[in-house]
């Protein structure tokens, strides 16, 4: 509490004692300087110990497939994934094909884009619940860039130009 004074009185016995003291500072013992080397092994000892747990939590915080796979229903969750996965190749093997014609590519590195992309993402993604593929808007921008980079290096003919911008 502040009084006109503008002294601070606490509210406790002894508390105000305490505040009216004076500050003693005492010397600090010399210890003998330690070399750089020696300081950052130190540190280095302390900050970057390597043990099973810590090992671990690395590996599992990378690849997430490792964490949850052992936890895996195999009989409750096997036909459904099954299914889900059936359906979905289905469906993505004529879009990929479509959207790499769209972006002026090969049928293949359509498939290419969906399956690895797909196998990358069930490896290192942290997320059950995603569709990782390939975009409609994303093949027309890929896919007049690669013309106009073609036809910049003299790869296009005017013929063939002329054809892909129409799309």
């Known amino acids: 509490m502040l009084h006109g004074s503008g002294r601070c009185i606490a509210e406790q016995d002894g508390a105000e004692t305490e505040l009216q003291q004076p500050l003693i500072l005492e ?7 330690k070399k750089w080397q020696t300081v950052v092994s ?7 110990s390597c043990t099973s747990k810590k090992v671990k939590s690395k590996i599992l915080g990378f690849v997430p497939i490792l964490k949850w796979l052992p936890h895996y229903k195999l009989r409750d969750w096997i036909l459904g994934d099954a299914m889900s996965g059936l359906i979905v190749g289905i469906l993505l093997v004529p879009q990929s094909i479509a959207y790499s014609l769209l972006a002026s590519q090969d049928p293949i590195y359509g498939l290419y884009t969906s399956f690895f992309a797909s196998i990358i993402y069930a490896l290192l993604g942290t997320s059950k619940h995603i569709s990782v593929g390939i975009f409609g808007v994303l ?14 290096a003299g790869y296009l003919s005017e013929s063939s130009a002329d054809g892909n911008s129409s799309v």
Do not use: I, S, T, W
């Open 139 to 152: 093949c027309l921008l890929v896919g007049q860039v690669v013309d106009r980079e073609l036809a910049l």
């Open 27 to 33: 010397r600090a013992e010399d210890e003998p300087k």
């Open 42 to 48: 130190n540190r280095l000892k302390k900050h970057c």
